[in-house]
């Protein structure tokens, strides 16, 4: 999503509102998580990602919810700055760059997920 952010919006302002977005959706599903514990008194959505660990850690603990916005928020910003910078640097590059990047990405990809 950020790669679109940064499209439509520029740089800065498509990497901020990747960092609200990233946020949002964080404190939301801290909020859920909570809301399903204390309903179900079991998680009703498990987590697939390591921030999504950390959001359900967090949200079975007694960390209050201002803390833990303001935590993964500091938290998420040098990863989206990291992959603001690998998207822009990749948007530099002409046509022909961009399809040798692609069928190298997608090699590697069928390489590395072939068993042997």
Known sequence: M???NLVFFGVFNGLLISI???SLG???SFIL???GINKWK???VLPFM???LVTFTSALSKVSLGTFALASTIGKIPALIFEAGAVYGFMQV???GKIVISILLMLDR???????
């Not at 069928?110 to 068993?115: D, I, K, R």
């Open 110 to 116: 069928v390489v590395n997920t072939c068993p042997i």
């Open 94 to 96: 002409n046509l022909i």
């Open 2 to 4: 950020s790669e679109n």
């Open 42 to 44: 079991r998680p009703f």
């Open 33 to 35: 998580y909570r809301k």
């Open 50 to 52: 390591s921030s999504g």
């Open 20 to 22: 609200i977005g990233e």
């Open 26 to 28: 964080a404190v939301i």
